[in-house]
């Protein structure tokens, strides 16, 4: 990053829930953090401390906001933009249980009945960075968010097609950061885990 550049983006993704440990989409149903997850978010606010932000957009799910809250992160707006990929009637499921009744689906390239498509995802995190990047020109910013939203988010930040999200790994209570390298956007961390434990 050069003086020129704006400041860097931090993509934090919310602690573990019940259902992400089991491998469920989740993305409207409201779940809080395991306590485990609670453990995640306190250690992400040790790994980010004296970090800067000038801003922290977040989802308005309550593991992402609770992450926030443990993290030590005031949260300077909620974007609903910012929440997860939309399952649809797969809310829940896990990749096992629909391939059982839908033999090569791919969350990536067949979406879900009911819910998005991974280019309506592509667009929602368009805004999403966007705003982000309107608010760098002041700081810092982190975004908190979920696992498949912020992946869509990266491949985008970098000019991707949303799918390209499908190539990068995401772990609970992870944070990655977006910059930039003379004057090109980049991904400058990814999937930093902030417990040994952790995995993607």
Do not use: K
């Amino acid at each position: 990053m050069s003086t020129a550049d704006p400041a860097p983006i931090t993509l934090i993704r919310h602690g573990q829930t019940q259902w992400s440990a089991q491998g469920r989409h989740t993305s409207r149903t409201d779940l809080p953090l395991t306590d485990q997850g609670e453990q995640e978010a306190r250690a992400l606010g040790g790994a980010l401390a004296g970090y800067p932000f000038a801003a922290v957009l977040c989802s308005p799910r309550q593991r992402a906001r609770r992450t926030a809250e443990l993290a030590g992160l005031a949260v300077t707006e909620v974007l609903d933009d910012l929440a997860e990929w939309d399952y649809g009637s797969y809310e829940g499921s896990t990749t096992a249980d629909i391939r059982g009744q839908r033999p090569g689906w791919d969350l990536w390239r067949d979406g879900c009945p009911q819910g998005e498509s991974v280019a309506e995802v592509g667009d929602r995190l368009d805004r999403v960075l966007a705003r982000a990047a309107e608010l760098a020109a002041t700081g810092p910013v982190a975004v908190i968010g979920h696992g498949h939203s912020l992946r869509v988010g990266a491949a985008r930040w970098v000019g991707l097609v949303p799918d390209a999200g499908a190539l990068l790994l995401l772990g609970t209570a992870t944070w990655s950061r977006l910059g930039y390298e003379h004057g090109h956007r980049a991904i400058a961390r990814w999937n930093v885990a902030v417990l040994p434990e952790q995995q993607p």
